[in-house]
């Protein structure tokens, strides 16, 4: 896992986050200097590409995402396609703005199985002023398989 906060203090405060560009930023989790989310490391999953309108994340779930019946929890194949989805329309963001998610949808195709390894690719398909739109898939970085889609529109708000 890349450095990622432990406290509140060690995000990117936002008067530094108007300072560069949403793609400037991503580049910053990317090389470590910028923490990334907790939550990656939580649910076992983190950042390893990054270009304008394209992220790529990693994961493996760990024992505690599975629910019941042994199966990844539906909320890990989220977690990391809104993760995904996000940071993608992030590389897009001009200086002074930020994204929110305001929808997210999820498919899930397959279960996934503890100690499967798995690559989530996410392509921007719109951004403008005030919206961006991306779509995602969870990949068996193994057996190629596909494991999830996901799509998403995020607002961009300037906070400059």
């Known amino acids: ?58 994961g493996e779930p760990a024992f505690g995402v599975l629910n019941p019946s042994g199966t990844v929890h539906g909320g890990w194949y989220g977690a990391l ?14 200086q002074g703005s930020v994204y929110t998610t305001l929808e997210y949808k999820v498919n899930i195709t397959r279960a996934l199985r503890l100690g499967t390894v798995v690559d989530c690719v996410a392509v921007v398909d719109h951004a403008g002023r005030s919206t961006g739109v991306a779509h995602a898939e969870i990949r068996g970085r193994e057996d190629g398989k596909l494991y999830a889609t996901g799509s998403t529109t995020c607002i961009i708000m300037k906070i400059a």
């Open 81 to 94: 396609l809104d993760s995904a989805l996000g940071c993608a329309v992030m590389t897009m963001v001009p």
């Open 1 to 58: 896992m890349r450095y990622a906060a432990r406290t509140p203090a060690d995000l990117l405060p936002p008067e530094k986050i108007v300072t560069m560009s949403g793609l400037e930023f991503m580049q910053g989790i990317l090389n470590g200097e910028i923490a990334g989310a907790p939550i990656a490391e939580t649910l076992g999953f983190d950042l390893h590409e990054v270009e304008e309108g394209r992220v790529r994340f990693s």
